[in-house]
């Protein structure tokens, strides 16, 4: 590594998540693959998580899993995380990722209303708080009392079934607009009765249930994590909190119901989230949630995706780079860990070579590696 690289040992000290120590501050971000025929897991996805344990990524959050609720999914490949067969499958990631010395979560997910992008077509309707995908966009039906009761069920009989197996943590999916973030959004959250209102605390009330319900059955031992976006796959300038103020009201409630780190997704990670507070160089969204509940939380958006980022390692850039702001905010102590996307989707072994400065092995993202499972 050249003198005048950045020093990214930052990024390899070991963290702990409560009861749960990891080796290093890089998390496999959650990627939909849809490559799991008929919601089963076989050789191939275990292989494919196996690898990037081998390659030494801290802790690995798996592809979106459905809970056991008709209409959970979008695509037809989407992993489940129910049934005898799907979960045999998992066992079988686990235990590879275990053997190679890895950590990992199922991410646990409904997809409420958000469409296909394939056009694929389920059987059954589509449920979400009231009937939206987006603002003035009815698809399907809006939930019962009984459903969404049945739902809390769902994801929590999802987070059992994954301590159950040997999993290391659980990730609940409430972020980019699909279920539970349509119940946080006011544009898809019409509700007038305890599951709706008027400001984002109200509406945080399903996601609040969905969390206790967990946390009751897992014990306190078992690390929860809830991934939170302001922005939504429908409206990419969307945002759920205004203010620290609504940002503390909203994700305070959630702390208390036991979430144990907040998985804050932005698009580009070094982006402010409340310039106007703190400046153009102020507090990303996870730096705001650590702020504002004391919780470990995890960064991501667009890590390594910078043609600057991977020209730092051999001191190539003369201006102020995306790895050069990631460690920065890494050392002081902004967020706990950051989540790598796209660039480890391609490539297993990136958390080695970043490791090593190997900046020449560094090949970045490419759409065909969406196509397969690497």
Not at 31 to 40: D, K, L, Q, S, V
Not at 215 to 224: I, L, M, N, S, T
Not at 251 to 280: I, T
Request: charged letters at 25%; proline letters at 5%; hydrophobic letters at 40%.
């Amino acid at each position: 590594m050249s003198a005048d690289s950045i020093d990214t040992s930052v990024l390899f000290q070991p963290v702990e998540l409560g009861s749960l120590t990891l080796k290093n501050r890089i998390v496999m971000a959650p990627m939909t693959r849809n490559m799991a025929p008929e919601g089963i897991p076989g050789q191939a996805n275990a292989d494919y998580y196996r690898r990037r344990a081998e390659a030494d990524v801290g802790l690995i959050l798996s592809e979106g899993t459905v809970i056991n609720r008709p209409v959970s999914r979008n695509e037809p490949n989407i992993p489940f995380f129910h049934g005898e067969q799907a979960l045999a499958g998992w066992k079988t990631v686990i235990d590879g990722v275990h053997q190679a010395g890895g950590r990992m979560g199922p991410q646990i997910w409904h997809t409420g209303t958000a469409p296909s992008g394939s056009g694929w077509k389920a059987e059954g309707e589509m449920e979400s708080p009231s009937g939206l995908f987006a603002p003035d966009k009815p698809v399907g039906k809006t939930m019962t009392d009984a459903d969404i009761a049945d739902t809390i069920d769902a994801f929590t009989q999802a987070a059992v079934d994954a301590k159950r197996l040997g999993f290391d943590v659980v990730e609940v999916h409430g972020a980019h607009g699909y279920l539970i973030d349509q119940f946080f959004w006011a544009g898809t959250n019409q509700r007038t009765d305890r599951w709706g209102g008027d400001t984002v605390l109200a509406r945080a009330n399903f996601g609040v249930e969905v969390i206790k319900s967990i946390r009751q059955a897992v014990g306190a031992d078992f690390p929860v994590l809830l991934r939170l976006s302001q922005w939504k796959q429908q409206d990419y300038k969307a945002r759920l909190a205004q203010s620290p103020a609504e940002m503390d009201a909203w994700l305070g409630v959630l702390a208390d119901a036991g979430v144990d780190v907040f998985h804050c997704s932005q698009r580009r990670f070094w982006e402010a989230e409340f310039p106007e507070v703190d400046g153009e160089n102020g507090l990303n969204f996870a730096g705001w949630a650590k702020k504002l509940t004391g919780k470990p939380t995890i960064s991501v958006g667009s890590v390594g995706l910078d043609g600057d980022f991977f020209s730092a390692f051999g001191g190539h850039s003369s201006q102020r780079t995306e790895l050069d702001q990631l460690v920065q905010r890494l050392e002081r102590k902004e967020f706990d860990l950051i989540a790598v996307g796209r660039a480890l989707l391609g490539d297993p072994n990136w958390a080695q070579k970043v490791q090593r400065g190997a900046s020449d092995e560094l090949t970045g993202f490419e759409p065909a590696q969406l196509a397969e499972l690497v």
